[in-house]
T-cell receptor
Framework: DGGITQSPKYLFRKEGQNVTLSCEQN?????MYWYRQDPGQGLRLIYY???????QKGDIAEGYSVSREKKESFPLTVTSAQKNPTAFYLC?????????????FGPGTRLLVL | EDKVVQSPLSLVVHEGDTVTLNCSYE??????LLWYKQEKKAPTFLFML????IEKKSGRLSSILDKKELFSILNITATQTGDSAIYLC??????????FGKGTSLLVTP
């Protein structure tokens, strides 16, 4: 089955700790995205990648880092510099950056700070 | 700065009612407007609108775009409890990733 997966489903972070959220897709999509969703808020773009070894900052990139070493994978690291990391994180992918209507979302990871 | 505003933010209706959700936007280089339904987790795609005045329809859901007045509406007729969800509006700008509104939280009671 083709799809996009995220892990873990829930993640707990201690103060000062870096944590990495996984996102994998087997849809052969070039573009991948990370969004953050807070209660009562829409999705806000953190980072996006159009192609392997290339990625761009979105609207709220501070305190986050990404890598795109493989087409299938786009992990997001929440660093200790992100002072308010508690949120629901959604990964998405699309055939290309221009094909927004076919942007598929993963099931999300909920990050909580201890 | 691009802006997408949805209203109302939340809505409670009885089963069988018809609801209209609103989305207004200010975007440079508009490409398309999209509606998503989000239940517990991942948003699922409903409609993409690019042209004014052309209604998109899927079952009890329909949507239309007005590019002159810069808004879109999403209509749901004969609502069911399974329609309870957050409905997200997003606008695409020059092929960039989507700019989302805050969403409308719809609760349909039996």
């Amino acid at each position: 089955d083709g799809g996009i997966t995220q892990s873990p489903k829930y993640l707990f972070r201690k103060e000062g700790q870096n944590v990495t959220l996984s996102c994998e897709q087997n849809l052969n999509h070039d573009a991948m995205y990370w969004y953050r969703q807070d209660p009562g808020q829409g999705l806000r773009l953190i980072y996006y990648s159009q192609i392997v070894n290339d990625f761009q900052k979105g609207d709220i990139a501070e305190g986050y880092s990404v890598s795109r070493e493989k087409k299938e994978s786009f992990p997001l690291t929440v660093t200790s510099a992100q002072k308010n990391p508690t949120a629901f994180y959604l990964c998405a992918s699309s055939v290309t950056r221009a094909s927004a209507e076919t942007q598929y979302f993963g099931p999300g990871t909920r990050l909580l700070v201890l | 700065e691009d802006k997408v505003v949805q209203s109302p933010l939340s809505l409670v209706v009885h089963e069988g009612d018809t609801v209209t959700l609103n989305c207004s936007y200010e975007v440079t280089n508009f490409r398309s407007l999209l509606w998503y339904k989000q239940e517990k987790k991942a948003p699922t795609f409903l409609f993409m609108l690019t042209s004014s005045g052309i209604e998109k329809k899927s079952g009890r859901l329909s949507s239309i775009l007005d590019k002159k007045e810069l808004f879109s509406i999403l209509n749901i007729t004969a609502t069911q409890t399974g329609d309870s969800a957050i409905y997200l509006c997003a606008v695409e700008n020059s092929g960039y990733a989507l700019n989302f509104g805050k969403g409308t939280s719809l609760l349909v009671t039996p």
